[in-house]
């Protein structure tokens, strides 16, 4: 699948099949992807615990069925929990070090010098407590579940995240460290609903998201480059698809839903 297409596919899929299991492969496949993402000073402070339904023990799948899981994470038959470790910033010189070893940081063969001398003193141990605050490190994760998640779609799977109301409950019941901030949990499954799962989300005008040279200045948008974009699969028929509303019906029916029909 190209780029284009992958993105525009990726959508968030809330209907899962939960008998069909997912392949290990292609878990492995999301978290290579994860761990290729881009990281401020290379620090990799991304990390997941992957819960197969069917092997996991019956305490962790309660740890995870949060009431804003719900039938999201009762139809899954992976999830995966994305957290950080913030100790991994207190690794964060070794990791410029590396870079600079294998010559993609810096020029010259003064770099290892300068890179003691001018940029590590940067780094203070100040500036990395500080540097582990809630910010760049939740930014960079992101990008490494951004990629996973198109891999996921890439592959034929379905994904979504979910948030919760008890990060902590999450944490201390996979046993994860205290340096270890949750950060979402991610459904995986191969879909039960059809590939367009409702169509294409409301988006914010281009115009209003994005400037040119100056904040107020609005990008101009390209129709041709819209159309191309069409044409490659990026933008697809927008929600709602005017035969959505049968799908919700036979996909309640078909999974048994008989919630509250939102949670
Ligand atoms: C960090 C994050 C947390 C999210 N948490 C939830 C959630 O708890 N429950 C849910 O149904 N969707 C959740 N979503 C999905 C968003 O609601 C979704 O992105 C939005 O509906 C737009 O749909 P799309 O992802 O298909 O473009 C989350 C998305 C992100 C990025």
Redesign the pocket.
């Known amino acids: 699948m190209e780029l284009s297409e992958a993105i525009g596919r ?5 209907f899962l099949l939960p008998h069909k299991p997912v392949e290990r492969h292609k878990i492995q496949r999301m978290l290579e992807a994860a761990r290729l993402a881009s990281h401020w000073g290379n620090a990799s402070t991304l990390r997941a615990v992957v819960v197969f339904r069917d092997e996991a023990p019956d305490e962790v799948i309660e740890t995870l069925a949060s009431p ?2 719900g039938y ?1 994470a009762r139809l899954a038959p992976v999830l995966i929990v994305w957290f950080l470790d913030t100790a991994a910033v207190d690794e964060q010189h070794d990791r410029l070090r590396e870079l600079v070893d294998a010559g993609v940081l810096g020029y010259g063969p003064d770099r290892r010098r300068a890179l003691e001398e001018v940029l590590i003193p940067v780094f203070s141990k100040e500036t990395l407590e500080h540097l582990k605050q809630p910010g760049l490190n939740e930014m960079d994760c ?1 990008q490494g579940i951004a990629q996973a998640t198109l891999v996921a779609f890439a592959q034929g799977l379905a994904t ?5 109301a008890n990060p902590e409950r999450i944490r201390k019941g996979l046993g994860m460290p205290e340096s270890c901030r949750f ?2 949990t991610q459904t995986v499954g191969y879909p039960a609903e059809s590939p367009e ?1 409702g169509g ?2 409301p ?1 914010r005008p281009f115009e209003e998201l994005f400037h040119l040279n100056a904040y107020g200045n609005a990008f101009p948008r390209d129709p041709a480059v819209v159309e191309d974009l069409r044409r490659e699969g990026m933008i697809q028929d927008p929600a709602p698809l005017p035969w959505r509303e049968e799908e919700l019906e036979v996909l309640t029916r078909g999974l048994g839903l008989d919630g509250n029909g939102i949670l």
């Open positions: 990726r959508r968030s899929t809330r804003v899981a999201q992101g979504c995240l979910l948030g919760t950060l979402v799962a294409q989300r988006r």
